[in-house]
C-alpha cells in the first residue's frame, strides 16, 4: 500500500532553517502532485507549499519567500526547505499526494489529496 513517511522535524531558534523529506513507496508512477501542510495546537490545518508532475509550485503567503518546496522523483522523496523560521511556523507537518493535479483553487484543500503521513513536529522557538 502507499505509505508516506515525513522526517526532518525538530526544535530550532527564529531564524534557523530546516529541510523536511517525505519517503513515498508503494506507488507505481509518481503522483501528479504532492504538498506539504501544517497543523498548530488548536487550529486548523492549513496548506503549505505544493509541486505538481511538471515541476509548478504553489505556495500560502505565509511562507513564500522562506520555504521551498521540491521533489527527487529518482528518490521518490519530497522535500520542504524552510529557511527563516519564526516561533509562528510551529506546528506538526504533513506530506500528502494527490491522484490528480494540483489547481490553484485547489492545491491546499484537504480533499485534494487522499494519501497522507503521520507528521513530524517542528518546532520554533523565539
Known amino acids: 500500500q502507499v505509505q508516506l513517511v515525513e522526517s526532518g522535524g525538530g526544535s530550532v531558534q527564529s531564524g534557523g532553517s530546516l529541510r523536511l523529506s517525505c519517503a513515498v513507496s508503494g506507488h507505481p508512477t509518481n503522483f501528479y502532485c504532492m504538498g506539504w501542510f501544517r497543523q498548530a495546537p488548536g487550529k486548523e490545518r492549513e496548506g503549505v507549499a505544493s509541486?505538481?508532475?511538471?515541476?509548478?509550485?504553489m505556495y500560502s503567503d505565509s511562507v513564500k519567500g522562506r520555504f521551498t518546496i521540491s521533489q527527487d522523483n529518482a528518490k521518490n522523496t519530497l522535500y520542504l526547505q524552510m529557511n527563516s523560521l519564526k516561533p509562528e511556523d510551529t506546528a506538526m507537518y504533513y506530506c500528502?499526494?494527490?491522484?490528480?493535479?494540483?489547481?490553484?483553487?485547489?492545491?491546499?484543500?484537504?480533499?485534494?489529496?487522499?494519501?497522507w503521513g503521520q507528521g513530524t513536529q517542528v518546532t520554533v522557538s523565539s
Open positions: 509541486i505538481d508532475s511538471d515541476g509548478l509550485t
Open positions: 500528502a499526494a494527490a491522484l490528480y493535479g494540483c489547481f490553484s483553487y485547489s492545491w491546499s484543500r484537504d480533499f485534494t489529496y487522499t494519501y
